[in-house]
């Protein structure tokens, strides 16, 4: 088995082993993953956190040895929780803007070290918050299908950015994280934090967002937004109509 590791502040993941597919999903900087299969300059790999699979272009990340990678395994690295931390790169004299959730790997007082490379970060890393307030950081990031930073952002990827630094790992599609945790029999006993899940006609899960009390959620959908939510779904004031059906409600906190 090959392992790799994200050595830019952010690379895409994508459906196909081509420029031109879509982007399903994002790898940040000092994330590790495992290599399943060559293909002209493409690696297919699934991701070490979420065990999620996709492409990446061979250009954009390094390679990392199995020992690392164990190790990353049985400890998990620190993480930025700022919007953007910078990190000086050693080697070629830039900077990187790492986004929120970023792991520092390797990490040695400042330092982080992927093989023959050291970055070197700048700032305070940041610390931890209140949940409601870590959430409300992504207020007014544009929906982007497959983000996972404040400069674009899914609504599933909205959700699992606000949980990593919660320490709790959500996987990274909506239909996957309503698999999570233990379901809330109503919104009545909805607490914040909590997880609810939104259907389209066929009863799949389509879209999440995180309650912020029991009559509002912030979710993804156009952009980061704060909405009134009800037993039917969620209700957009400046729609004035209800854009999404109620499924049901998770608890993973």
């Not at 050291?118 to 890393?125: A, T």
């Not at 949980?163 to 914040?192: C, E, W, Y």
């Not at 934090?193 to 999440?208: I, P, Q, S």
């Amino acid at each position: 088995m090959e392992y790799g590791i994200c050595n830019l502040a952010v690379i895409p993941m994508r459906a196909e082993p081509s420029e031109r597919s879509e982007m399903i999903s994002q790898v940040l900087f000092g994330e590790a993953f495992e290599i399943l299969e060559w293909k002209e300059g493409w690696a297919q790999i699934i991701t070490l956190t979420d065990k999620y699979k996709g492409w990446v272009s061979r250009l954009q990340f390094i390679m990392l040895g199995h020992m690392a990678y164990q190790q990353l395994q049985e400890t998990p690295p620190r993480l930025t929780y700022r919007a953007t931390t910078q990190a000086w790169k050693i080697k070629n004299n830039s900077v990187l803007y790492l986004p929120v959730g970023s792991s520092l790997a390797f990490l040695n007082g400042t330092s982080c070290y992927f093989d023959k490379e050291k970055f070197e970060i700048i700032g305070q890393i940041g610390e931890n918050e209140n949940i409601d307030l870590v959430a409300k950081t992504f207020l007014n990031v544009p929906y982007l299908w497959g983000g996972r930073t404040h400069f674009g952002i899914d609504c599933s990827g909205f959700v699992q950015a606000v949980f990593k630094l919660k320490g709790v790992q959500l996987k990274r599609d909506a239909s996957m994280q309503a698999q999570q945790g233990t379901p809330v029999n109503s919104l009545s006993d909805a607490h914040i934090g909590d997880l609810a899940f939104f259907g389209n006609a066929e009863g799949k899960v389509t879209h999440v967002g995180m309650l912020l009390n029991r009559e509002h959620i912030i979710h993804a959908s156009g952009k980061v937004k704060i909405d009134i939510i009800d037993e039917k779904g969620i209700y957009s004031e400046e729609l004035q109509r209800y854009t999404h059906k109620l499924h049901s409600i998770r608890r993973v906190i």
